[in-house]
């Protein structure tokens, strides 16, 4: 296999980022790691980050529906989901339906996330994984697991699953799905992956070779491209 890159995080986009990271911190029990006028990050304790994007125009999905779909959502895994969605609420979440054994909230922004229940989990939170809505979650499975080196471990007609280097990413089938068309705010992406690459010119050959579309935009150390889904993403070195 050829690697192309690592996945480093997931960014979601928001008005106010400074709230919504403060929310997920809060939350979770993460820690701010960086903090600029237009980005913050926070990390997890197992190391794991996500970070916020401004996005002045942004849009918030409503969710079940796909006239504005979610397009990525968090998995946190808890040790006592009805607390958990409890506290989310008292900090600004929706409370928006009841799985077997989840509970769906939507975070200030708008983004839904699941709060899953798994034994001995906690105080903080757990990052379980980042899921993107697809089309043919099989195909897009195996488009990332090919561009950052990682394994499918799981491939079934309701999704897929990739693990690697202590991360996991889901990719949940969706019927009459819509695809996103950055920038356009009227379809927003909601928010994208970072993938760190050691050269950016053979990582663009690579990304274009399993399937992906330069975007415009980028900058000298950073590059757009959409997925065989529409999904954003971002090369970085």
Not at 16 to 30: E, K, P, Q, V
Not at 73 to 97: F, I, M, N, P, W
Not at 139 to 163: C, K, P, R, W
């Amino acid at each position: 296999m050829t690697v192309t890159g690592r996945l480093e995080l997931a960014a979601f986009d928001a008005r106010d980022i400074d709230t919504l990271a403060s929310f997920y911190a809060n939350l979770a029990g993460w820690q701010i790691v960086r903090r600029d006028s237009d980005w913050i990050t926070i990390r997890a304790g197992d190391g794991q980050e996500l970070a916020f994007q401004l996005a002045p125009d942004h849009v918030p999905p409503r969710w079940p529906g796909q006239e504005q779909p979610q397009q990525l959502h968090l998995d946190l895994q808890v040790d006592g989901t009805e607390a958990a969605a409890e506290r989310a609420v008292a900090l600004g979440a929706t409370r928006l339906a009841d799985g077997a054994n989840w509970i769906t909230l939507a975070d200030p922004a708008g983004h839904p996330f699941d709060l899953c229940q798994a034994e001995g989990v906690g105080p903080e939170f757990k990052l379980f994984a980042v899921t993107f809505d697809a089309p043919d979650a099989s195909g897009l499975a195996h488009f990332y697991a090919d561009l950052m080196g990682m394994q499918v471990t799981y491939d079934a007609a309701e999704g897929a699953m990739i693990v690697g280097g202590g991360k996991t990413v889901l990719f949940q089938q969706v019927g009459e799905y819509t695809a996103p068309a950055w920038p356009d705010p009227n379809r927003p992406q909601q928010g994208h992956l970072d993938i760190l690459v050691d050269e950016l010119d053979a990582g663009e050959s690579r990304a274009l070779e399993l399937g992906a579309t330069r975007l415009d935009g980028g900058g000298s150390g950073w590059r757009v491209f959409a997925d065989p889904a529409g999904h954003p993403f971002c090369l970085t070195a």
